[in-house]
Structures are given as C-alpha cells and as structure tokens.
C-alpha cells in the first residue's frame, strides 16, 4: 500500500509550482520586451543595409544636403540631426529647470493636499495628444511671439517647438523626480535639520544629492521623448530639411522626415523609401547614446551616494 503524502508536503509542492508559473510568466513578458527591441532593431539595420547599398555611408554621415525626394537626391542626413538636437535642446533647456522646481516644492515644500491636487494635474498633461500641442505651438506660441518679443519670427520655427515640447516634458521630469525625492529617507532630512539647516538647504544639500539617481533618470526619459517628438515638430518646425543651428529657423527632424515619407507614395523598397529607415537607424543610435550616457551617469551618482 502506497503511504499517503503529507498534507503539508503537498501544499509545498503546489506552492512550488504556482510560484515557478509565475516566474515562468514574468520571463515571458520580460522577454516579449526583449525580442521586440531586437526585432525593431533588425528591421532597421536590414532595410538601411539596402539603403547603403545605393549610398555612400560617408555622404550619408557628412553631407549637408537632404532631398531624397527631389528629382536629383541628395542623402546627406546632418540637416535632419541638427534640427532634432536644436529642438532637444531648446525642450530640455525649458523642461530640466521647471520639471525639478516643481519636484523639489512638491516634495519638500507642498502640503500635502495641495502635492496631492497639483501631481495629478500634471500628468494630466501627459495625456494631451501631442498633435494638440503641435498646433497650439503653430496657432497661438508663434502668433504671440511675432505680435510681442520677435516680430520677424517665422511661421514654422524650431524655437517654438523645442518650446512646446519642454512644456509637454515637464511633466515626466517633475513626476519621477519627485517620486526619487520622496524615496529619500526621512533621517538624512532630520539630521541636517538638527545641524541647523533650513528647508532649501536640505532639499539642495541633501535630498538632491541623494536622489540624483532617479533625477538624471528622469532627465534621460524626457531627453528620449523630445528626440522623439513627432507631431510637434512637424507642425510647428516644418517639413523642410535645413542644416542650421539657429532656432529662429524651420527645419524638419529626424522624426518629421520619417512620418513625411511613411504617409507619401514612394513606391516600396525604392532607395528614398528605404531612407526613413536609415533616419530611424541614426534617431535608434541617438537614443541608445542618450541612454549610456544616462546609466553611466546613474551608476556613478549611486556609487558615490
């Protein structure tokens, strides 16, 4: 006669067995993340080895010219980058100073019902389709800039873009910012005011400090989106490639290009159809720059807090 398994023994194993299915389930997810960054990735480094085929890699990186379109194409893709580091610029340059302010008053200033009505309202942002910041940038930021500071401003300009886009960042820098401040343990704030310190100093001295980690990962994420920014720039900053730096002047960005073309009738696998491909590779690596860049950036601050 076979002996009878522990009641207790049994209850282990199936235990076991739910807690190893959800493990399993968890890589799966994990994974599904994994295998799609990979997929996308190879899309877009087999369709820009067509590209490459018809075009030099070292026009491609050095020209200043990009008319893929024109009945004589030139594929030289600085124009398209310079226009989405201006504009990544001017967004950071509004969305960075205002996004932390905001996170430091809220987390170390604000009531707490008031942190609890203005958190909300700010993300609230977030759900704004960009294409509704795209034309509030063209019909009501340009016009008030031209009636007010810069009469000779154009109609389609990075500065306004860049404007708008730090404006729709802010939020995501105030949010995680806030969120790492407040993960700041409270006995580094009591023993800084015990020494004497006032509030603006401990949330300068000390909780920044402390919380820099989560704060530059903040920065990294809304640095990702302005790159990444599509219906903004194309309405507000135009759809006309121009190698310049200077913000009063339209230019189409990397993103702008791609939505440009994906929407046109360039028969497929033509090399200008094969070019958004290319523009993605090249948004791909700037991203994957800007994100290094931020997790060297995290692990040092963390070891030295």
Do not use: C
Request: glycine content about 6%.
């Amino acid at each position: 006669m076979t002996p009878a398994i522990p009641r207790s023994l049994q209850h282990k194993w199936s235990r076991n067995i739910k807690e190893r299915l959800i493990e399993l389930l968890l890589l799966g997810f994990g994974l599904v993340a994994v295998f799609t960054t990979v997929a996308i990735t190879a899309i877009l480094v087999f369709e820009s080895l067509g590209f490459f085929e018809h075009v030099s890699l070292w026009d491609f990186l050095t020209g200043t010219v990009w008319t893929p379109l024109f009945a004589d194409p030139k594929y030289g893709i600085l124009p398209l980058v310079s226009a989405t580091l201006t504009v990544t610029a001017i967004a950071l340059a509004v969305a960075i100073p205002m996004g932390t302010i905001i996170a430091i008053y809220l987390s170390e200033f604000a009531p707490h019902p008031l942190r609890e009505a203005i958190k909300p309202a700010l993300e609230m942002i977030q759900a704004v389709p960009t294409i509704v910041f795209g034309y509030f940038a063209l019909l009501f930021v340009t016009p008030l800039l031209q009636a007010t500071i810069l009469p000779n401003l154009p109609g389609f300009n990075m500065l306004v873009a860049g404007l708008v886009i730090g404006v729709a960042t802010i939020p995501t820098i105030a949010s995680l910012s806030e969120d790492a401040m407040r993960a700041v343990p409270m006995n580094m704030r009591e023993g800084a005011y015990a020494v004497g310190a006032n509030k603006l100093r401990v949330a300068l001295t000390v909780v920044m400090p402390a919380a820099v980690s989560g704060v530059v990962a903040a920065y990294v994420l809304a640095a990702a989106r302005a790159i990444g920014e599509t219906m903004i720039v194309a309405i507000a900053a135009g759809l006309n490639a121009n190698f310049s730096f200077n913000p009063m002047e339209g230019a189409a960005t990397l993103t702008a290009y791609i939505a440009q073309v994906s929407i046109g009738d360039l028969p497929h696998g033509s090399v200008g159809y094969r070019s958004i491909f290319a523009a993605g590779l090249m948004l791909l690596i700037l991203t994957l720059v800007l994100n290094v860049i931020g997790h060297l950036l995290r692990r040092r601050y963390r070891n030295a807090y």
